[in-house]
C-alpha cells in the first residue's frame, strides 16, 4: 500500500494515509515523497474529503474509519483494483508470483529493464538499493510488479494477483503459507491456477521446473507458452565459483558467466527467472547478465546493518521455514565459499515469528530443521500461542529463548566475538533490535 501510495503521489494526486506501528524503510519513503501519515484510523479522518479512499487488506470490519466509510457511502476501491485501472492499464505488465524471492526477483528483473534503457515502471514489496525506491510511476510501456496471493480486501477476497493481468509472468515456487487466509496448499494453488487463467495465449510464463506444486497448477488448465528455469532443458545455473559466479545456459547452450556478490542457490534461481522473463520482453540474456553483475541487492534481504567489535549484523525478512533454511544457508556460503574453504566464523541466528502463519503455529514444526545449521539460535517469543520451548527442544543446548527484548540483546551481545555473523529475521520492525544490538557490541 505504501508503494501504490508513492506512484499515486508521482501521478500528480495528493496524497495521505494512515496506519498503525509504521516503521522503516516505508516510512522514510513516504515521508520524502511527501505523503502525511496519519497513526491510527480514527473516524474524525472523515474531513480529509479525498475523491476516493483506497483500502488495503489489513482493513476489516469493525475498524472504526471503514464503518464511517460505510455509513457515509463514500467511495472506496482496494489497492490492486485501483492499481489495474490507474497504472497498469495498456502496460506490458511482466509480474512475479511465489511464495519466495518475490521481492529480490521483481528488482532484479527492474533492474535488467532499467539497464536496458526501458525505465519500467514498478511495484516492489522492499527497496532496492539501485532505485531507493519500492515504487515508481513510469510513462515506459513496461511495469514490473511483485504479483502477492494474498487476499485483495475485505469486500474482496480473491488474491491480489488476479487483478495485475500480466504478459509475463513468473512463477518462483509455491509452499503453503498464509495460514491465516488458506486452508491448505491445494487453495492457494487454485488461486494460482485463476492467475494463470489471466496470462494471455501471446504471453510467457516462467516457471520453477523443480517445484511439484506449480507443476499441479500448471495441470490445472495452461495456454500460455512455457520456459522453465532450474532443469535440464529449460534455463540453468552451473556450480558456483570461488567468488559466487556461475554459468547461465538456455536449453543447454551457455548464454554468459555472471559473476556477482550474491551468494546462496536461491539467488541464483532467482536470476535465472529474471533473465528469461527479461529476454520476453526483448532484452538479450547477455545484456541482463552484464546487469545482474550491478544488481546490488534488496534492502532487508541478508543486509549488513553495521559491524561492531568485529561482528556483523544482518537484517534479513525470512519468516517462512523454507526461507530461514535457504538465508542461513546462504550466509554460510558467502562466509566459507562455494566450497567451503573460506573464512570461518559462527552465525548467531536471532528469529521473531511474527507472521500470521508462524504465530499461529502451522509451520512451527519445520522450525528447528530450519535453524540447524545455525550455531546459536535465539527466539523471541513473546506472545506467542504455542510453546517455543517444546518446538525447539530438538536444537538443544544451542537455543536461547526470551520474552525480554533488552535482556535478549544483551544476551546476544555477551555471546557473539570477533568474527561471528549475527542474522536478524523477522518480517517487522523487531523493535529496532539491529541498532539495539551494535550499540551493546560498541559499548
Known sequence: MGGIAAIASQAGHRVTGCD??????????????????????GADQLRLAPDLWVVGNVVTRGNPLMEAILDCGHRYQSGPQWLADQILINKWVLAVAGTHGKTTTSSMLAWILDCAGHAPGFLIGGIAPDFGVSARSSSSDYFVIEADEYDTAFFDKRSKFVHYRPKTAILNNLEFDHADIFAD????????????????????????????????????????????FGTAGGWEAGAPDDAGGFEVAWEGKPVGRLHWGLAGAYNRMNALAAIAAARHAGVEPA???????????????????????????????????????????????????PRGHGGAGRILAVFEPRSNTLKQGALKDALPGSFAAADKVYIYDAGLPWDAAAVFAPLGAKVRRGVDLAALVAGIAAEA????????????????????LLAALGT
Open 20 to 41: 498503525t506501528n509504521v516503521y522503516p524503510p516505508m516510512s522514510e519513503q513516504l515521508g520524502a515523497l511527501g505523503i502525511e501519515l496519519i497513526e491510527g484510523y
Open 185 to 228: 496448499l491445494a487453495s492457494i494453488e487454485r488461486q494460482f491456477h485463476h492467475f494463470v487463467r489471466t496470462i494471455p495465449g501471446t504471453g510467457r510464463i516462467v516457471v520453477n521446473g523443480q517445484d511439484a506444486a506449480l507443476k499441479r497448477v500448471l495441470a490445472q488448465g495452461c495456454w500460455t507458452p512455457i520456459e522453465p
Open 287 to 337: 545484456a541482463a547478465i552484464e546487469a545482474l553483475a550491478r544488481f546490488q541487492g534488496v534492502r532487508r534481504r541478508l543486509e549488513l546493518r553495521g559491524t561492531a567489535r568485529g561482528v556483523r549484523v544482518y537484517d534479513d525478512f525470512a519468516h517462512h521455514p523454507t526461507a530461514i533454511r535457504e538465508t542461513i544457508a546462504g550466509l554460510r556460503q558467502q562466509i566459507e565459499g
Open 417 to 436: 566475538r570477533s568474527g561471528d555473523h549475527v542474522l536478524v529475521m523477522s518480517n517487522g520492525g523487531f523493535g529496532g533490535i539491529h541498532d539495539k
